[in-house]
C-alpha cells in the first residue's frame, strides 16, 4: 500500500461537469497539499491543509474547491473547468507544516483532460 | 521571493555516462532547506535528498552526489554510471526552515533526463 494515494488516475471531463479527485495518505501525516503541474511550468502549489484546516489558498480560481474532511484524506472538488486547467494534479502530505526542511511525500496524480 | 532554477530542460545520454543536472536558487533567508525529487513515468515525485543551509558537506548515495555550494546558491546532482531506469524528471526544491504556518516548498522547472541503452 503506497503512502499517498489519489483518484482517479485519470480523468476527462467537460467544461460543464463536476468532478472530484480524491486524496488518501497512510502516514499518519498532519499536513497535505494540491500541487498543479502543467507541463513546461513549475509545479505550483494551489492549496494547504493542517490538521484539516486550510492554512494557505495561493490564489486559485474557486471553480477549484477544496475539502479536508479529516487529516487522512484530501478532496478537489471540480466544477466549470477550462481547457487550461488540463494538467497532472499531485496530492501530497508532510508530518506537519511548519517546514524545519521536512520532505513530502507524494501521489501519482490525477491527470486532468478538460475538454 | 524564492525562486528555483534548473536552466537544463532535457538531457540525454547513452547508459554509464555520469550526468550532473544542475540547480541554482535565490532566497533571502539565511536557514532553509533544499531537496531534489524524481519524477519517474508513473507521475509520483520521489523524494531523493534534503539538505539544510547550514550543512555543505557533500553527500554520496550509491551512484547518487551532491554538491552544495552556497557561495554560488547552486545545489546541484550527479548520477553516476548512468542506467536506464534513471530515466525521469528531476526537481530541485526549496523551503524556508520556518514560515510559521505557511512553509511550502518551491520548484525549479524540472529536467527531463533520458538514459538510452
Known amino acids: 500500500e503506497t503512502g499517498v494515494t489519489q483518484t482517479p488516475r485519470h480523468l476527462v471531463m467537460g467544461m460543464t461537469n463536476k468532478k472530484s479527485l480524491k486524496c488518501e495518505q497512510h502516514?499518519?501525516?498532519?499536513?497535505m497539499y494540491w500541487y498543479k503541474q502543467s507541463a513546461k511550468k513549475p509545479l505550483e502549489l494551489m492549496f494547504v491543509?493542517?490538521?484539516?484546516?486550510?492554512?494557505e489558498n495561493n490564489s486559485v480560481p474557486s471553480r477549484f474547491s477544496p475539502e479536508c474532511p479529516n487529516s487522512s484524506h484530501l478532496f478537489l472538488h471540480l466544477h466549470t473547468l477550462q481547457p487550461e486547467d488540463s494538467a497532472l494534479y499531485l496530492c501530497?502530505?508532510?508530518?506537519?507544516?511548519?517546514?524545519?526542511?521536512?520532505?513530502?511525500?507524494f501521489g501519482q496524480g490525477t491527470r486532468l483532460t478538460v475538454v | 521571493a524564492q525562486k528555483v532554477t534548473q536552466a537544463q530542460t532535457e538531457i540525454s545520454v547513452v547508459e554509464k555516462e555520469d550526468v550532473t543536472l544542475d540547480c541554482v536558487y535565490e532566497?533571502?533567508?539565511?536557514?532553509?532547506?533544499l531537496f531534489w525529487y524524481k519524477q519517474p513515468p508513473s507521475g509520483e515525485l520521489v523524494f531523493l535528498i534534503r539538505?539544510?543551509?547550514?550543512?555543505?558537506q557533500n553527500e554520496i548515495s550509491g551512484r547518487y552526489s551532491w554538491n552544495f555550494q552556497k557561495s554560488t546558491s547552486s545545489f546541484n546532482f550527479t548520477i553516476t554510471a548512468s542506467q536506464v531506469v534513471d530515466s525521469a524528471v528531476y526537481f530541485c526544491?526549496?523551503?524556508?526552515?520556518?514560515?510559521?504556518?505557511?512553509?511550502?516548498?518551491?520548484f525549479g522547472k524540472g529536467i527531463t533526463l533520458s538514459v538510452r541503452p
Open positions: 501530497a502530505s508532510s508530518p506537519t507544516v511548519t517546514g524545519w526542511g521536512t520532505e513530502a511525500f
Open positions: 502516514l499518519g501525516h498532519n499536513a
Open positions: 491543509y493542517s490538521l484539516e484546516e486550510r492554512v
Open positions: 532566497t533571502r533567508d539565511t536557514t532553509y532547506y
Open positions: 539538505r539544510n543551509s547550514f550543512d555543505e
Open positions: 526544491a526549496l523551503s524556508e526552515a520556518y514560515t510559521g504556518a505557511n512553509s511550502k516548498l518551491t
